[in-house]
């Protein structure tokens, strides 16, 4: 694809769409834009994550293994810690539940459960990475991030995502889902703001 090529890519209004919601979803994660969560922040988390993965299903489907390299990741172990023990203490009780759809299940006698805040936390990592590489407008490094986006989105966090929109619908359908107000912590400041 030649540099003419890439621009229309990297720019298309498919491509924006996905970054922006993305963005979207990341403010929804940053303690200085939603520094307290309610149900009405879960509920806007589940829409703005069923818009991610709408836009993700209209990412253009690139072999990522046309691309030399890998790309620099920037979210670190502590950003998503942070992410993750702030939704673990946010959805307290209501943090692990069963996933019917695991693989393993069919080799246990027992339910496996799975952390809402974990799921959370790992989709902040991927989408993430991918805003940064756009952030830093390299035309080669944002191609090669779409393409690395749709195949993770087919193969990884897709998957993640829509176990997410099923726990996040069917807790904002139980009437008892009161959930307290997060508490303030200063360790949760993310550093992929600076």
């Avoid at 818009?51 to 489907?61: E, G, H, I, M, S």
């Avoid at 620099?72 to 307290?92: C, T």
């Avoid at 991030?145 to 904002?172: C, M, N, P, Q, T």
């Amino acid at each position: 694809m030649g540099q003419t090529g890439d621009m229309t890519l990297i720019y298309s209004p498919e491509i924006l769409d996905f970054i922006q919601q993305s963005m979207n979803y990341l403010a929804l994660l940053d303690p200085e834009v939603a520094p307290r969560w309610t149900r009405e922040t879960v509920r806007e988390c589940r829409d703005t994550l069923a818009a991610v993965y709408a836009a993700a299903t209209r990412l253009p489907d690139l072999d990522p293994s046309l691309f030399f390299g890998e790309l620099e990741h920037l979210v670190e172990e502590e950003d998503y810690e942070r992410v993750r023990r702030r939704h673990e203490r946010f959805f307290a009780d209501r943090d692990l539940f069963p996933d019917a759809l695991n693989e393993q299940m069919q080799y246990s006698e027992r339910p496996i459960n799975i952390s809402l805040s974990e799921l959370l936390a790992d989709l902040f990592q991927a989408l993430a990475d991918i805003v940064w590489v756009y952030r830093q407008q390299n035309e080669e490094t944002m191609v090669q991030s779409i393409a690395e986006a749709r195949y993770a989105f087919d193969h990884e966090w897709g998957e993640k995502l829509a176990a997410v929109l099923r726990r996040l619908h069917l807790l904002l359908s139980d009437p008892d889902f009161m959930p307290l107000e997060m508490p303030d912590d200063e360790d949760d400041l993310l550093s992929y703001n600076e």
